[in-house]
């Protein structure tokens, strides 16, 4: 593989870093560490990577103070690690622009391809959140953005005005992890409550089933449970 990403890994412990970093190394992808925020901080500023690692728990400050300043700047894929099992601080970091998370212990196979992921969904989208040609594809499934129509293997399939809403946002940010509130804004401009959550499941439900997804079945859109959904950017 010969892909030269480059790929900034934010990470204080020493045989995490070094982990991570031949695993990456080993699949083509060129490595910076940072091993603080302040680190961190000048190495993006220095290196420009592609995509970055951040893990949350940092010596010198929490790692969404880097997060947060990379936001202020650009659109890099960010991927948090995260040693907390806590939702909140998952839905935390979404929703101040991580793009997707992987909680510790994870295994190689799972960090890489959450990384091919981000990369390409980041590639996808132009800067106004619309795609080239108009259209998005991923397997079978085909979004013509200008016409408003979902097609699976050539047959049209019929969505509410509410449901292909949703599933537009969803593959404009594909590969990123959409929180229940910013979908909940973006879609209905609400403040996100039990009831709105409720809604937005009901919805999803009701797409899943039109594009032949069974429950547990991730062919188009991950849900992560009581984070957010995902639409793949890859079969
Ligand atoms: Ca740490």
């Avoid at 204080?12 to 970093?21: G, R, V």
Wanted: proline share 3%.
């Amino acid at each position: 593989m010969n892909n030269k990403y480059k790929i900034l890994l934010v990470e204080d412990e020493a045989h995490i870093s070094t982990f991570i970093t031949a695993l990456l190394e080993a699949n083509g992808y060129r490595v910076i560490c940072a091993e603080s925020c302040a680190e961190a901080s000048a190495m993006y500023t220095s290196h420009v990577p592609d995509l970055v690692i951040l893990d949350l728990g940092l010596p010198d400050a929490d790692g969404t103070v880097f997060l947060r300043s990379i936001r202020q700047q650009d659109l890099t894929p960010v991927i948090v690690l995260s040693a907390r099992s806590d939702e909140r601080e998952k839905v935390a970091a979404l929703d101040l622009g991580a793009n997707d998370y992987v909680t510790k212990p994870f295994g190689s196979d799972e960090l890489l391809a959450r990384i091919r992921s981000a990369l390409r969904g980041y590639r996808h989208s132009a800067p106004e959140g619309h795609l080239p040609g108009g259209k998005f594809t991923v397997g079978e499934m085909t979004i013509d953005y200008d016409a408003r129509r979902l097609h699976i293997g050539g047959s049209e399939i019929k969505l509410t005005q509410t449901e292909y809403n949703i599933l537009a946002l969803l593959s404009e940010h594909c590969g990123k992890v959409m929180t229940y509130a910013a979908i909940i804004k973006e879609i209905w401009h609400e403040t996100p409550d039990d009831g709105s959550i409720k809604k937005l499941q009901v919805n999803m439900a009701n797409i899943r089933k039109k594009l032949g997804e069974r429950p547990g079945d991730n062919r188009y859109i991950v849900n992560e449970l009581g984070v957010g959904y995902r639409m793949k950017s890859e079969e």
